[in-house]
C-alpha cells in the first residue's frame, strides 16, 4: 500500500515569491492535515480537512496561505508571498480514524527554504 | 490548555547500552498519549500509544513506554539501542478541548558505536 506521497521534497525560494506543496493521502483516508515543523520543534498543526471541508483551519496564517482538498482526495497548500520565516518543513498526514487516537500517517515531508 | 514538555534535546548513547527518552505532560481529566518517530529523511510515524487500560505499552523496534499518571510522565525507553534506533522522537498528547495533537519539541537520539 502506497503511503502518503508529497511534493516537491524540497524547494528553494526568494522572499516575496510564491510556493506550493501537494498531497496525495493514503486511499481512503478522509482525514487530511497539513503541518508546519521549524527547526527544533514539534509540528504545528495549520489545517484540518474531513473529506473536503477545512473542519479547522484556525492555526493559518490566512493572509498568505491557502489550502484546498479537491474532491476529497489530494490536497495542496500554498503561500503567496513567501516570508523569511516561513522557512520550515511543511508535514502532510492523513488518517481513517480522527486525530484523536492518533493514528497518523505522514508523508516525507517537503523542506521550504526562503531566501 | 495541555503543553507537553520533552526535556532533553538530545541524548547520546552508546550502542547496546539501555536508553530513557524523557516527556512529561500538563495535567488533564483523560489522558492519550503517544510517541512518534522520525527517522532521518522520513516522515513521522507511530511508534505506540497509551489509551487507556495497561500503563505499560509496547510498540515497534523493541521499544516501550509507561504512563505514570502521578508524575504525569510517559517516558520512552529501550534496554539495548540499535545504531538503527538513530532518529527524534516526539512525545504527543491529545487535547481534550479539540482532540488536536500537542507535540513535544522532540528529542535527537545519538546512537555511539
Known amino acids: 500500500e502506497a503511503g502518503v506521497v508529497q511534493s516537491p521534497r524540497y524547494k528553494i525560494i526568494e522572499k516575496k515569491q510564491p510556493v506550493a506543496f501537494w498531497c496525495n493521502p493514503i486511499s481512503g483516508h478522509n482525514t487530511l492535515y497539513w503541518y508546519r515543523q521549524n527547526l527544533g520543534q514539534g509540528p504545528e498543526l495549520l489545517i484540518r480537512y474531513e473529506n473536503e471541508e477545512a473542519v479547522d483551519d484556525s492555526q493559518l496564517p490566512k493572509d498568505r496561505f491557502s489550502a484546498e482538498r479537491l474532491k476529497g482526495v489530494d490536497s495542496t497548500l500554498k503561500i503567496q508571498p513567501a516570508e523569511l520565516g516561513d522557512s520550515a518543513v511543511y508535514l502532510c498526514a492523513s488518517s481513517t480514524r480522527g486525530e484523536g487516537t492518533g493514528e497518523l500517517f505522514f508523508g516525507e515531508g517537503s523542506r521550504l527554504t526562503v531566501l | 490548555a495541555q503543553s507537553v514538555t520533552q526535556l532533553d534535546s538530545q541524548v547520546p548513547v552508546f550502542e547496546e547500552a539501555p536508553v530513557e527518552l524523557r516527556c512529561n505532560y500538563s495535567?488533564?481529566?483523560?489522558?492519550?498519549l503517544f510517541w512518534y518517530v522520525q527517522y532521518p529523511n522520513q516522515g513521522l510515524q507511530l511508534l505506540l500509544k497509551y489509551l487507556s487500560g495497561s500503563t505499560l505499552v509496547k510498540g515497534i523496534n523493541g521499544f516501550e513506554a509507561e504512563f505514570n499518571k502521578s508524575q504525569t510522565s510517559f517516558h520512552l525507553r529501550k534496554p539495548s539501542v540499535h545504531i538503527s534506533d538513530t532518529a527524534e522522537y516526539f512525545c504527543?498528547?491529545?487535547?481534550?478541548?479539540?482532540?488536536?495533537?500537542?507535540w513535544g519539541a522532540g528529542t535527537k537520539l545519538i546512537i555511539k558505536p
Open positions: 495535567s488533564s481529566v483523560s489522558v492519550y
Open positions: 504527543a498528547v491529545r487535547d481534550d478541548s479539540n482532540y488536536q495533537l500537542i
